[in-house]
């Protein structure tokens, strides 16, 4: 059960003023009788609620792919910089929160959501899930970057990185590189370039297990997944 107010507002009715205004206009029904009341509770997953005519439509979870543009924190909130949840508009669902961390220059694939189970699942280190980046480094990578990558990494931690796949998109004092790790250290890309002698100067990530990014979304752009990703996604981990 929840408040009617709240159920507006996450239901994209607006922020809790402009839903009470709503109520107040009379422009609310819950089955099929028009309410004003904004503290009335409802039963969220079974009563059929209008407003203006359009038919509210509740989702337990928000999930959003975010092309995260750089610049901006993968955080929730801060008191000087920007976030990634600063970028979305209206009512902030309650609980939603950047699925794992991508450094404030990094772009790209960011899944937002307030399911904290499936988030839990992605960031399991047991779970393994395939992260996808593309990187533009200083120094020429070679094969024997390739056969590193494979073998794993000594970037400071206990153990070697799992094996990564590195594929060289072009070698040259500048080269440009796709990499596939399944684990998710703190900087992990940055410092495996360095533990072979190069520096990352731009990243992105295009996936995220099956999730890829949506190549419609501009930098700062963000789009809600459909039912197949989130599927796919939870039939994944
Ligand atoms: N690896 C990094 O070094 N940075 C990121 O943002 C993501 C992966």
Same mark, same amino acid.
Request: charged fraction near 35%.
């Given at each position: 059960?929840?408040?009617?107010?709240?159920?507006?507002?996450?239901?994209?009715?607006?922020?809790?003023?402009?839903?009470?205004?709503?109520?107040?206009?009379?422009?609310?029904?819950?089955?099929?009788?028009?309410? #004003?009341?904004?503290?009335?509770?409802?039963?969220?997953? @079974?009563?059929?609620?209008?407003?203006?005519?359009?038919?509210?439509?509740?989702?337990?979870?928000?999930?959003?792919?975010?092309?995260?543009?750089?610049?901006?924190?993968?955080? /929730?909130? &801060?008191?000087?910089? #920007?976030?990634?949840?600063? %970028?979305?508009?209206?009512?902030?669902?309650?609980?939603?929160?950047?699925?794992?961390?991508?450094?404030? &220059?990094?772009?790209?694939?960011? !899944?937002?959501?307030?399911?904290?189970?499936?988030?839990?699942?992605?960031?399991?280190?047991?779970?393994?899930?395939?992260?996808?980046? =593309?990187?533009?480094?200083?120094?020429?990578?070679?094969?024997?970057?390739?056969?590193?990558?494979?073998?794993? !990494?000594?970037?400071?931690?206990?153990?070697?990185?799992?094996?990564?796949?590195? =594929?060289?998109?072009?070698?040259? =004092?500048?080269?440009?590189?796709?990499?596939?790790?399944?684990?998710?250290?703190?900087?992990?890309?940055?410092?495996?370039?360095?533990?072979?002698?190069?520096?990352?100067?731009?990243?992105?990530?295009?996936?995220?297990?099956?999730? @890829? %990014?949506?190549?419609? !979304?501009?930098?700062?752009?963000?789009?809600?997944? #459909?039912?197949?990703?989130?599927?796919?996604? #939870? =039939?994944? /981990?």
């Amino acid at each position: 059960m929840m408040r009617l107010d709240r159920y507006l507002c996450e239901t994209g009715f607006g922020t809790r003023s402009q839903v009470k205004a709503l109520l107040k206009k009379g422009l609310v029904q819950v089955d099929g009788e028009i309410v #004003k009341k904004p503290e009335l509770k409802i039963d969220e997953n @079974r009563a059929q609620v209008f407003c203006g005519g359009a038919a509210a439509v509740y989702q337990k979870y928000v999930y959003l792919m975010m092309n995260k543009p750089p610049g901006v924190l993968s955080a /929730t909130e &801060d008191r000087r910089q #920007k976030t990634v949840l600063d %970028l979305v508009e209206g009512p902030v669902p309650d609980g939603l929160f950047p699925v794992g961390r991508l450094d404030k &220059d990094t772009e790209g694939l960011l !899944l937002l959501t307030n399911d904290g189970e499936l988030a839990h699942r992605l960031l399991s280190p047991k779970k393994h899930v395939d992260k996808i980046y =593309e990187a533009k480094v200083e120094g020429r990578v070679t094969e024997e970057h390739v056969r590193r990558f494979e073998e794993g !990494l000594d970037i400071g931690e206990k153990k070697l990185t799992l094996p990564a796949a590195l =594929e060289i998109l072009s070698s040259g =004092e500048e080269s440009r590189v796709r990499v596939t790790i399944r684990e998710g250290k703190f900087h992990q890309i940055k410092r495996m370039f360095e533990a072979v002698g190069c520096r990352v100067l731009w990243l992105k990530r295009l996936s995220m297990g099956s999730l @890829r %990014l949506d190549g419609s !979304l501009e930098p700062g752009e963000y789009r809600t997944l #459909k039912p197949e990703e989130i599927e796919r996604l #939870k =039939e994944q /981990t």
